[in-house]
């Protein structure tokens, strides 16, 4: 990849992450921070230690004006994904009672549940992966969580890819405003009373007031949609990496300890929320380069996440890599508030697949990658071969 090339980069290209290891590697040994001049212009924050500084850094790196690149003219914004402290600390004990490592653990059940049905509903040998399973699994998942119909399921996929379009282009489709009234329906149609996620919203309160109903709808739709992709993306990721390095399934399946260290390497390895924005708010010299109030840097996460400097054998999934220090799940005060119902569903998920199945990729289908924000496989075709 020539300098030009980066000069050109651009999330949204078909095919972009065809190759993305190299173009990461360019990313990060160009002097200073790499600048695309799409979008508006954009820096890149794609080694290790500047990916880490901005996370750390809110108050020069806004989040409060966008995350994404473009910046979304077709939704509100995200709460508290886009918003900044001190108000994003309110909003954020308003949701994570819900969200704390306790509770979560009390939903394996659950999990275990929506994890075997899937997989009692596979008939065939041959499979696309992602379709399956690993895409409808989060969609289930974060609906139980809400107190919502499974069978809505389809619908709020269809309206989250609407909605990924509708960034990439900046033209509306219509999903982000189907969501917003999805989730202010949500809302309206649930009682106060009660100690699960929307009702703790419903009653919240930020900066000494009652939040608003506004606030609240983009709160439940921030919780629906915020996992969809970067579960199914690193989950698909984990079991294609399994698929094609059988001696790592079967070294997960004699020692179940080692499932932990394995589903964090994954969620480095897959670096599923690959892209978001975030904006200077001042004059500053930061990673190398002079940042102008008002300029673009996109935390590059997938390129950070695979920085030799910080991780050892980078471009591998390693079950036991110590220490777990990746930043896929983010850093500071917008650290993914759904990281452990995130991981639950991972190990729930990969436990119950090597329990019943040896997997291989299947050689006469084809792989398909994703592109945007969150980029990764969204087509995996397997060979089930069930277990004793």
Same mark, same amino acid.
């Given at each position: 990849?020539?300098?030009?090339?980066?000069?050109? $980069?651009?999330?949204?290209?078909? &095919?972009?992450? %065809?190759?993305?290891?190299?173009?990461?590697?360019?990313?990060?040994?160009?002097?200073?921070?790499?600048?695309?001049?799409?979008?508006?212009?954009? =820096?890149?924050?794609?080694?290790?230690?500047?990916?880490?500084?901005? +996370?750390?850094?809110?108050?020069?790196?806004?989040? #409060?004006? &966008?995350?994404?690149?473009?910046?979304?003219?077709?939704?509100?914004?995200?709460?508290?994904?886009?918003?900044?402290?001190?108000?994003? @600390?309110?909003? @954020?004990?308003?949701?994570?009672?819900?969200?704390?490592?306790?509770?979560?653990?009390?939903?394996?059940?659950?999990? +275990?549940?929506?994890?075997?049905?899937?997989?009692?509903?596979?008939?065939?040998?041959? %499979?696309?992966?992602?379709?399956? $399973?690993?895409?409808?699994?989060? %969609?289930?998942?974060?609906?139980?969580?809400?107190?919502?119909?499974?069978?809505?399921?389809?619908?709020?996929?269809?309206?989250?890819?609407?909605?990924?379009?509708?960034?990439? *282009?900046?033209?509306? @489709?219509?999903? /982000?405003?189907?969501? *917003?009234?999805?989730?202010?329906?949500?809302?309206?149609?649930?009682?106060?009373?009660?100690?699960?996620?929307?009702?703790?919203?419903?009653?919240?309160?930020?900066?000494?007031?009652?939040? *608003? $109903?506004?606030?609240? #709808?983009?709160?439940?739709?921030?919780?629906?949609? /915020?996992?969809?992709?970067?579960?199914?993306?690193?989950?698909?990721?984990?079991?294609?990496?399994? !698929?094609?390095?059988?001696?790592?399934?079967?070294?997960?399946?004699?020692?179940?300890?080692?499932?932990?260290? !394995?589903?964090?390497?994954?969620?480095?390895?897959?670096?599923?929320? *690959?892209?978001?924005?975030?904006?200077?708010?001042?004059?500053?010299?930061? &990673?190398?380069?002079?940042?102008?109030?008002?300029?673009?840097?996109?935390?590059?996460?997938?390129?950070?996440?695979?920085?030799?400097?910080?991780?050892?054998?980078?471009?591998?999934?390693?079950?036991?890599?110590?220490?777990?220090?990746?930043? &896929?799940? /983010?850093?500071?005060?917008?650290?993914?508030?759904?990281? =452990?119902?995130?991981?639950?569903?991972?190990?729930? !998920?990969?436990?119950?697949?090597?329990?019943?199945?040896? $997997?291989?990729?299947?050689?006469?289908?084809?792989?398909?990658?994703?592109?945007?924000?969150?980029?990764?496989?969204?087509? +995996?075709?397997?060979? +089930?071969?069930?277990? !004793?």
């Amino acid at each position: 990849m020539s300098d030009d090339d980066l000069r050109n $980069f651009d999330i949204h290209r078909d &095919g972009v992450r %065809i190759g993305a290891e190299c173009v990461w590697a360019r990313m990060r040994d160009a002097p200073g921070m790499a600048h695309s001049e799409l979008y508006g212009g954009f =820096h890149m924050a794609a080694k290790y230690a500047d990916l880490r500084a901005a +996370l750390m850094n809110h108050e020069l790196l806004s989040s #409060a004006s &966008g995350i994404t690149l473009p910046e979304a003219t077709t939704r509100t914004r995200h709460i508290p994904a886009e918003t900044d402290p001190p108000l994003h @600390r309110e909003y @954020r004990m308003v949701m994570q009672r819900a969200l704390t490592p306790e509770r979560v653990a009390a939903l394996e059940p659950a999990v +275990l549940d929506i994890v075997r049905t899937l997989l009692d509903g596979i008939k065939t040998e041959k %499979i696309d992966f992602f379709s399956q $399973f690993a895409r409808p699994l989060p %969609i289930y998942v974060m609906l139980d969580f809400l107190g919502l119909p499974r069978k809505d399921g389809p619908m709020i996929d269809q309206l989250v890819d609407d909605l990924h379009e509708e960034v990439a *282009t900046g033209m509306s @489709r219509g999903g /982000g405003a189907k969501l *917003t009234a999805y989730a202010e329906a949500v809302i309206a149609n649930r009682e106060a009373e009660g100690d699960d996620f929307v009702s703790n919203v419903i009653r919240g309160e930020v900066e000494g007031r009652a939040v *608003t $109903f506004d606030e609240k #709808a983009n709160m439940v739709r921030q919780v629906l949609i /915020g996992a969809f992709d970067t579960m199914s993306l690193t989950l698909t990721a984990g079991v294609h990496w399994l !698929a094609e390095h059988l001696e790592d399934a079967e070294r997960l399946r004699a020692d179940p300890s080692l499932m932990n260290t !394995a589903v964090e390497d994954m969620v480095r390895f897959a670096s599923a929320s *690959t892209y978001l924005r975030r904006t200077a708010t001042a004059d500053a010299v930061f &990673g190398g380069v002079q940042l102008h109030k008002g300029d673009y840097v996109l935390l590059c996460f997938g390129a950070a996440n695979r920085d030799p400097s910080a991780f050892p054998e980078p471009d591998k999934i390693l079950l036991d890599r110590r220490p777990i220090n990746h930043l &896929g799940f /983010g850093l500071g005060v917008h650290r993914c508030i759904g990281s =452990h119902l995130a991981k639950l569903q991972l190990r729930t !998920a990969l436990t119950e697949l090597l329990a019943r199945y040896d $997997f291989r990729p299947d050689p006469e289908g084809a792989i398909e990658y994703s592109k945007g924000l969150g980029q990764g496989l969204i087509r +995996l075709p397997l060979i +089930l071969s069930p277990r !004793a």
